[in-house]
């Protein structure tokens, strides 16, 4: 696999009442608080199914319990708006390493999902992979335990040597960059076999060759995002209202 191209942040806008078509070229890419008011939960929730709402029951955090199902809402809603069809009417599925999917759809468009402390981020894509990730960069996480276990030896000795004042933005930055990929690849959740792949020292800046791109959405303050595709496309980033 070549190396990965790593592109600018974008910034996400809201959204045209007409969207530019999600076709080969474009990859769309949407922001969402996961905090809306009681109405629009209620509205967003409506088409989640009881079994999915049934599934996350024994959560014992209330918050990741909404958060779960209002980005799940989110995601029927948003399907809706690109196949022409009620967000109730959208079926999915899992794929064996958790990677929700279209059911019945002829699986051209692609889509992605991530969501971390309030926020969520969709990524839709045709006949191209993508996947996405978003973190909140929090200060409490054992970013040097973590690193000595999922990155390369070489890569965790590097961003142990980094001063604290720039370390945490670049372990997320690394941190969503892999997961992205891992999403887009279609691997399971932390595998361990790409790291010196998708580390942001080793990246290229071309991406001619079809091999992976990995943009930086930048959802809101104190978040890291990455959208990685197959190829380089024409990102659009919009705010769900």
């Given at each position: 696999?070549?190396?990965?191209a790593?592109?600018?942040r974008?910034?996400?806008?809201?959204?045209?009442?007409a969207?530019?078509?999600l076709?080969?070229e474009?990859?769309?890419?949407?922001?969402?608080?996961?905090?809306?008011?009681t109405?629009?939960?209620?509205?967003?929730?409506?088409?989640v199914?009881?079994?999915?709402?049934?599934?996350?029951?024994?959560?014992?955090?209330?918050?990741?319990?909404?958060?779960?199902?209002?980005?799940?809402?989110?995601?029927?809603?948003?399907?809706?708006?690109?196949?022409?069809e009620?967000?109730?009417?959208?079926?999915?599925?899992?794929?064996p390493?958790?990677?929700?999917?279209?059911?019945?759809?002829?699986?051209r468009i692609?889509?992605s999902?991530?969501?971390?402390?309030?926020?969520?981020?969709?990524?839709?894509?045709?006949?191209?992979p993508?996947?996405?990730?978003v973190?909140?960069?929090?200060?409490?996480?054992?970013?040097?335990?973590?690193?000595?276990?999922?990155?390369?030896?070489?890569e965790a000795?590097?961003?142990?040597?980094?001063?604290?004042?720039?370390?945490?933005?670049?372990?997320?930055?690394?941190?969503?960059?892999?997961?992205a990929?891992?999403k887009?690849l279609?691997?399971?959740?932390?595998?361990?076999?790409?790291?010196?792949?998708?580390?942001?020292?080793?990246?290229?800046?071309t991406?001619?060759?079809?091999?992976?791109v990995v943009?930086r959405?930048?959802?809101a303050?104190?978040?890291?995002?990455?959208?990685?595709?197959?190829?380089?496309?024409?990102?659009?980033c919009w705010?769900?209202?």
């Open positions: 696999m070549s190396e990965t790593v592109q600018h974008f910034a996400f806008v809201p959204a045209p009442e969207l530019p078509a076709d080969g474009h990859a769309h890419v949407w922001s969402a608080s996961l905090t809306p008011d109405d629009q939960r209620a509205h967003i929730e409506a088409c199914p009881p079994a999915e709402r049934q599934a996350v029951v024994g959560w014992k955090s209330t918050k990741r319990r909404h958060e779960y199902i209002c980005t799940r809402g989110l995601l029927r809603h948003l399907l809706g708006r690109y196949l022409g009620p967000p109730q009417a959208i079926a999915l599925a899992r794929t390493f958790g990677k929700p999917t279209l059911v019945s759809e002829d699986s692609q889509f999902v991530s969501h971390s402390h309030g926020c969520a981020l969709f990524a839709f894509a045709r006949e191209r993508v996947g996405v990730d973190e909140y960069m929090r200060r409490d996480v054992p970013i040097d335990a973590i690193a000595r276990r999922f990155f390369a030896p070489a000795a590097h961003l142990a040597a980094l001063p604290v004042n720039v370390k945490t933005r670049t372990f997320f930055e690394a941190w969503t960059q892999r997961e990929c891992l887009a279609g691997k399971p959740p932390h595998n361990g076999s790409i790291e010196r792949v998708l580390s942001p020292r080793y990246a290229t800046q991406s001619e060759d079809g091999g992976m943009v959405p930048a959802p303050e104190g978040y890291i995002g990455a959208l990685a595709m197959m190829g380089m496309q024409v990102v659009h705010r769900w209202a």
